[in-house]
């Protein structure tokens, strides 16, 4: 069956300094990938999205991420991290050939920014 | 601009009450979705409809129901609360099912407490 594993539950990160969080899949066939964000109190909002093509894939707010097909990957990154990123971050998959279309996601990773 | 509603941000019933959770898109959307969210597990997939007065079992259907009998609305319901339905509720509408053009949007989620 599909799943996704996001490994860290909660990260820190000083404003200013760079961000990566991580993603696992696991899935059959070639997956179409995605990162949400939700910040407190709100529903969540498409970060960026991977179909096909270039594995790194940019996206709003200045993140980015890249497909690693060796690995079974999909991390996402930010160059340097604003107070405003506070929020928790979910890794998706959904199956191409699921009559569904259902989105798999994550755990989420909850992410702090330190002044 | 894409917009999903949900009627009630918090929401607080006694065990045994029937709840109704409704959720309108006015983007013209297909597909329509129904999650719940409880930390640690991400989103998990209740039910989904991909048209008027169809519907699909998702991940963890038990103890709920749906109907959708207008393309833009999409009710979630509790025949009977019980306590471990306590959750936060997001909705979520999409054009298509799967391709490149795939991507729901989510509204900003009702949080119930079940008593």
């Known amino acids: 069956a599909q799943s996704v594993t996001q490994p860290d539950i909660h990260i820190t990160v000083s404003e200013g300094a760079s961000l990566e969080l991580r993603c696992n899949y696991s899935y059959g066939a070639t997956p179409y990938l995605f990162w949400y964000v939700q910040s407190p109190g709100q529903g969540l909002q498409l970060l960026l999205k991977?179909?096909?093509?270039?594995?790194l894939v940019q996206g709003i707010k200045g993140f980015e991420a890249e497909f690693k097909r060796s690995q079974s990957s999909f991390n996402l990154r930010k160059p340097s991290v604003h107070w405003s990123d506070a929020a928790e971050y979910f890794c998706a998959v959904v199956s191409i050939y699921n009559q569904g279309g259902k989105l798999i996601f994550g755990q989420g990773t909850e992410l702090s920014v330190k002044p | 601009d894409v917009k999903v509603t949900q009627s009630s941000r918090y929401l607080v019933k006694r065990t045994g009450e029937k709840v109704f959770l409704e959720c309108v898109q006015d983007m013209d959307h297909e597909n329509m979705f129904w999650y719940r969210q409880d930390p640690g597990l991400g989103l998990r997939l209740i039910y989904f409809s991909y048209d008027v007065k169809m519907k699909e079992k998702g991940d963890i259907p038990e103890g709920y129901s749906v109907s959708r009998e207008k393309k833009e609305r999409f009710s979630l319901i509790l025949e009977s609360a019980s306590t471990n339905q306590t959750s936060m509720y997001l909705c979520?509408?999409?054009?298509?099912?799967?391709?490149?053009?795939?991507?729901?949007?989510f509204g900003p989620g009702t949080r119930l407490t079940v008593t």
């Open positions: 991977y179909f096909s093509g270039d594995t």
């Open positions: 979520a509408s999409s054009l298509e099912l799967a391709g490149p053009g795939y991507e729901q949007y």
